[in-house]
């Protein structure tokens, strides 16, 4: 009885350190789950990335993105830099290092971009939209195109602008987002806004005055001498008067809306403190760039008062508790909820209110005769050509 009792003993020690040992080996490897995801324009699947165990000799695994712990990591003395959306994107160090980070600053040190640069986004379903506003750009504000960057989100085009001779980076939004996971169409767009307010941040971090723009903004005339004439602002924004427009905080402290289809912000001390604190709070993936770039201003107790400049009425905003200072320029400047295409020459910017359908925004810029883009323009996809020459050609009539 005492041998079986001692036999019995070994065994289940035997099995305890096979447990043991089972249990370390499970923690020292890493699982990801491979999952395909699609985009809702007509480029090719996300790219996906390759990850190693570094205490395990497998083989990699395929990924299609990597999970992030859903609290704040602590900032490290190594990457100092907060982004915008923090509990959605990949951690600061990650993007910085990243290597279309490393690519598009290599690029824009090559391209000798000046201080300020024109910064717009693009994927394959709106690119039509794009070159009718680089016609814009091309016949009435050559300065803004000189130093533009042009953000594509699917290879198609990048592909194509890269052939044009325009300066272009790939990001696709899993490299900005950590998880698209079960992501609907909405969810896609509301990535897509977060990859753009995030590189914005990022081009500010190195240095860069960024005139960030809508493709559907579209340029009339040249707004650089306002700029230049208002150096002394760190953000220069236009405005909407609607009775919905958003976020409805803003609406109800002001009596108006910051639109940021078209926005200059600084790359100063003073922006960076602002990003920096908006780089210390969670947010849904919902919130819009609009919405998350609007909240820091009313946190910081703005008072706008107007100045004359230009025969019209702008806005100052001065922050109480910030060192801050915003010009928010009228509709008769950038046009947003009050466009009229009989006045298209009086404006600097045309911004009409459309959806965010390509199908609404071609039909709603025809009607009010501001469409320039021939119906040929894709038949030029994969040609050769200058940026000039490819404008002229695709300009219609």
Known sequence: MTAARNAFKFVFALLFLLLLQHS?????????????????DDSEPLRKKEFRNPKSDSDPVDVATYSQPQVISSITPESDVLFPYPNITHLPHDILNSPWATEMKAKLEAAKIGKQLTYVTVSMNYFSVLINWLIYAKSNAMPLLENLLVVCMDKPSHDILSQKGILSQLVRINDIIYSIKDMDGSGIF???????LTILRLLNYWGYDVLIMDIDALLINNIQPIFDHLHDSDIIVSTANATNCLPSAARKAWSFCLCIGLLLI?????????????????????????????????????????FDYDTNYYLKGKSQN?????????QEVVCRNQCNATRLSSYYAYHP??????????????????WRVSNRWNLTRKTVQSTMDWLNEVTAG
Not at 24 to 40: G, K
Not at 190 to 196: D, G, H, M, P, Y
């Open 190 to 196: 509301s990535a897509r806004v977060i990859t753009r």
């Open 353 to 370: 209110m459309t959806t965010h359908h390509v199908d609404v925004k071609h039909d709603v810029m025809t009607a009010q005769k501001v």
């Open 24 to 40: 370390v080996i499970h923690r020292e490897t890493v699982y990801y789950i491979s999952e395909e995801y699609s985009t809702i």
């Open 322 to 330: 910030k060192d801050i200072t915003v010009i928010a320029l009228p």
């Open 266 to 306: 600084r790359g100063n001390a003073n922006t960076e403190r602002m990003w920096q604190e908006l780089g210390s709070t969670p947010v849904e993936l919902a919130a819009s760039d609009q919405t998350r770039f609007s909240s820091i201003l009313i946190t910081s107790n703005i008072t706008w008062t107007p």
